[in-house]
């Protein structure tokens, strides 16, 4: 059955893309609970039946996308991590930088996530549960770093509502923000990183400044 549906449909790299793509436009524009799968097929221009052979249900469609956007940067995080060994606004200018580039080329996808993981549900992942264990990784390295951390609380809160919260808000709001002001989505983020460069991390720069032993 697998060849068949390979021979009328395509290569099974391009279909399986196809079908992400489109669930990606459609979960942005309507929501999840609002797309079926059949208007995914029909957008990806496949049959449902194909849809059925790559993804076991909508759901796990979802769970691609989180995979593929999200679970997949946080080890590269850490690896980053890793390896630093100086905080200086430079580098951290540099890396914001790249983040602006990632989320610019994966704005709809990024939108959709931030919109399920946001949803009070128990089958949903909290995005707390999914950042967590970067301040394990974090914290013991700045210390080395010669950074005394008083309050680890202090850093996670400023780090989570400063740093994560308002990139989440980004995701959400972007598009709308662009059409009340009537901006495009890449000055928007060029402007949106701008400022996270000048308020939170030269901040973060200074706190850590201030830490250090």
């Known amino acids: 059955m697998a060849r068949e549906i390979e021979d ?15 669930a ?6 309507k929501g999840y609970d609002a797309t079926s799968v059949d208007e995914i097929a029909s957008k990806a221009n496949v049959s449902k039946p194909l849809i059925y052979y790559y993804f ?7 769970e691609e996308l989180i995979k593929r956007y999200i679970k997949s940067y946080i080890p590269e995080k850490e690896e980053y991590i890793h390896k630093i060994t100086s905080i200086n606004k430079e580098d951290l ?16 996808a990024l939108k959709v996530i931030a919109m399920e993981l946001l949803k009070e549900t128990p089958e949903n992942e909290s995005i707390l549960s999914m950042i967590n264990p970067l301040f394990d990784t974090a914290i013991p390295k700045i210390e080395q770093m010669g950074v005394d951390i008083e309050d680890r609380m202090d850093l996670i809160v400023s780090t989570f509502f400063f740093g994560t919260a308002p990139i989440l808000i980004l995701m959400l709001y972007g598009d709308k923000f662009c059409e009340f002001y009537k901006i495009d989505r890449e000055e928007l983020n060029k402007r949106f990183f701008n400022v996270m460069k000048s308020i939170y991390i030269d901040f973060f720069v200074e706190q850590f400044e201030a830490q250090k032993k």
Request: hydrophobic share 35%; charged share 35%.
């Open 56 to 62: 076991k249900s909508k759901k796990n469609i979802l």
């Open 93 to 108: 200018y540099q890396r914001l930088d790249e983040r602006m580039s990632f989320f610019s080329q994966n704005d709809k």
């Open 24 to 29: 990606t436009e459609l979960f942005a524009l």
């Open 8 to 22: 009328i449909e395509g290569s099974p790299l391009n279909n399986k893309e196809r079908i992400l793509e489109a």
